[in-house]
């Protein structure tokens, strides 16, 4: 077995018996030891009581953090002509057509939301099998298809963030930096908690969320007492 080192190992001993925490009380413990030599990416993991294999039971939606994700967000968007233009002057980093197309069929992914108008999604169409599973795929439930290219490409550069239950029932996300105060990731995480409770499904049965846990990029998860998350 591979010998933890010593930042590895003190981590574990600070988390060691800890379970079941508020929100509060796990945020102020991921805060005090994430200690990585860059600023980590606070994330939430929730384990609901849906099957993906049944449309009825699916679980996505989006939610616009209060306190943004501290990410810098790659934003590309299909579009044409004045809805192009509009795209760039928003901030999109990548914007194209066809090209676009070709470029992410090679193999070049560059971007971390993908938006487009309702015209290109005949060509976006052909990249559900490259796009689909890495959640990149443009949607009009999560306003990533869309005539308001402006409006998308600003909310997806302020901190908004999609979310979708994969294999499993697992919603996974990142809702800040290790850096933010905690009161900001406090009310991120309480803003996505919420978030994810009223998309409950109509299909979802028994407990819909059975387990909530937060970490850092490097360190050790933590488990959030479910009921007082929920009911906060």
């Known amino acids: 077995m591979a010998k933890l080192g010593k930042r590895t190992r003190a981590a574990r001993e600070a ?3 800890k379970n079941n925490l508020s929100v509060e009380e796990a945020v102020a413990l991921i805060k005090a030891n994430a200690n990585a030599k860059f600023d980590e990416t606070v994330e939430i993991a929730m384990n609901l009581g849906v099957d993906t294999r049944h449309a009825d ?7 616009g ?5 501290g990410k810098d967000m790659r934003v590309a968007v299909f579009a044409r002509g004045a809805k192009a233009d509009e795209a760039k002057e928003a901030g999109a980093d990548i914007v194209g057509a066809e090209d676009l197309m070709e470029t992410i069929q090679g193999g070049t992914i560059d971007f971390d939301r993908c938006i487009a108008t309702p015209d290109m999604m005949p060509i976006v169409g052909r990249l559900g099998k490259v796009l689909g599973p890495r959640n990149l795929m443009p949607n009009p439930k999560v306003g990533t298809v869309t005539m ?3 409006a998308a490409v600003e909310a997806a550069k302020g901190g908004e963030v999609q979310f979708k239950a ?8 990142g809702v800040g930096k290790a850096s933010f105060d905690e009161a900001k990731l406090i009310e991120n995480v309480k803003a996505f908690i919420s ?21 850092s990029t490097m360190g050790p998860g933590v488990t959030v007492d479910v009921e007082t998350a929920v009911t906060e």
Do not use: C, W
């Open 15 to 17: 988390f060691a018996g």
């Open 57 to 63: 039971q699916m679980v996505r939606g989006v939610i």
């Open 65 to 69: 953090l209060p306190n943004g994700t």
């Open 148 to 150: 308001d290219v402006k």
């Open 166 to 173: 994969e294999k499993g029932g697992v919603v996974h996300a």
């Open 195 to 215: 978030a994810v409770a009223k998309a409950k499904p109509a299909g979802a049965k028994g407990a819909y969320m059975k387990k909530i846990a937060l970490s």
